[in-house]
């Protein structure tokens, strides 16, 4: 049986707009996985070309602690890209990632651990979403439209606490860089075989910083990519006419 012991855990945040947010996120997750007892770990923070002091901040944190490290954009290059760095420079045997806002409890991390040796991913699905109703609403449709476009069964896809076998992103490509990303990886990585365990996790109120979700530019280039994403899957063979 694989123990803490036997896990390497890479874990980044990706964060803009987080100067009050990232300290409090980071603190809490070398506490939790110093506790753990890994073989290893690694701590990435995303820094996404913010125009407050993030970027301060995480430099800060980096010279506190030796298992953190920052990778700073010039230039906001937006939440998918950043997403993408974070899963493609991981060094260990599993990555781990939630955003920088601190709206998850990082101590949920250990229940995500415990269930690594039986599932190839460990998907968090928000237990009671603290969103406005308008995003409440748009978020529904959006799993409902994704389960009948590609006879998915993911609770929450876009849930931002997960956990991967990280073999998985030298496996696949992704069309997208941008929100759609996330469900891009789910959806291929289910077409793979990979096997994944859900988890209900606490969803906190966003206290400080900017979201940047579930404008309406954004939600019409998402339901693009959705259906170029079934055409290239259907180009590829790994998805029938019927799907």
């Not at 603190?27 to 993030?54: C, F, M, N, Q, R």
């Not at 449709?141 to 606490?161: E, P």
Request: proline letters at 3%; charged letters at 30%; a neutral charge.
């Amino acid at each position: 049986m694989i123990s803490n012991k036997d896990i390497s855990l890479s874990v980044f945040f990706p964060a803009y707009y987080d100067e009050n947010n990232i300290d409090k996120v980071v603190h809490k997750a070398v506490e939790v996985l110093e506790s753990l007892g890994l073989k290893d770990y690694e701590v990435t923070i995303i820094e996404d070309g913010s125009p407050d002091k993030t970027d301060e901040v995480a430099d800060a944190l980096a010279d506190q602690y030796p298992k953190v490290k920052v990778i700073h954009h010039e230039q906001n290059k937006g939440y998918g890209a950043t997403l993408w760095e974070g899963f493609t420079t991981a060094k260990l045997d599993y990555v781990f990632y939630t955003d920088g806002d601190n709206q998850f409890d990082l101590e949920e991390l250990r229940k995500f651990v415990a269930i690594i040796p039986f599932s190839d991913m460990v998907v968090g699905y928000r237990k009671k979403k603290q969103y406005s109703p308008y995003r409440k609403l748009t978020s529904f449709v959006y799993n409902l439209l994704l389960r009948f476009v590609f006879d998915i069964d993911y609770i929450d896809i876009d849930c931002a606490f997960k956990v991967f076998r990280t073999d998985l992103f030298k496996k696949i490509k992704v069309n997208t860089k941008d929100a759609f990303i996330d469900a891009e990886i789910m959806i291929r990585a289910q077409l793979l075989g990979y096997t994944f365990t859900e988890l209900g996790v606490k969803h906190l109120p966003r206290v400080d910083g900017v979201s940047t979700a579930a404008r309406p530019s954004i939600i019409f280039r998402t339901i693009k990519e959705i259906f170029q994403l079934k055409s290239e899957l259907k180009k590829e063979g790994l998805i029938g006419k019927k799907v």
